[in-house]
């Protein structure tokens, strides 16, 4: 059974930082991509950051130059630092990870940017 259990959200000022981690537990092999969304109130969820085994990034328009997805293979754990933060980056943040041929959720943990 494999999990996935995310941390580091909270509630920030404009401009401030967060660092999002989510570890991957279970009977697994090395994810062959990992990735962050976001889903705000009313919206669909959306792709924020996606990292590939070969290590290539891609990340969203909205986010380019403040985010940076990065991974520690031996913790199975994938990571977004979020910078220069604004209040539209408030959403619930999910991590998906692809291991073992199937996808799988994170829980959600909420960032909240206030103004």
């Known amino acids: 059974q494999v999990q996935l259990v995310e941390s580091g959200g909270g509630l920030v000022q404009a401009g401030g930082s967060l660092r999002l981690s989510c570890a991957a537990s279970?009977?697994?092999?090395?994810?062959?991509?990992m990735a962050w969304y976001r889903q705000a109130p009313g919206k669909q969820r959306d792709l924020v950051a996606q990292?590939?085994?070969?290590?290539?990034?891609n990340y969203a328009e909205s986010v380019k130059g403040r985010f940076t997805i990065s991974r520690d293979n031996a913790k199975n754990t994938v990571y977004v630092e979020m910078n220069s933060l604004k209040p539209e980056d408030t959403a619930v943040y999910y991590c998906?990870?692809?291991?073992?041929?199937?996808?799988?959720w994170g829980q959600g943990t909420q960032v909240t940017v206030s103004s």
């Open positions: 990292l590939f085994s070969s290590g290539f990034t």
């Open positions: 998906l990870m692809n291991i073992n041929g199937r996808n799988y």
């Open positions: 279970g009977s697994i092999f090395s994810p062959k991509s």
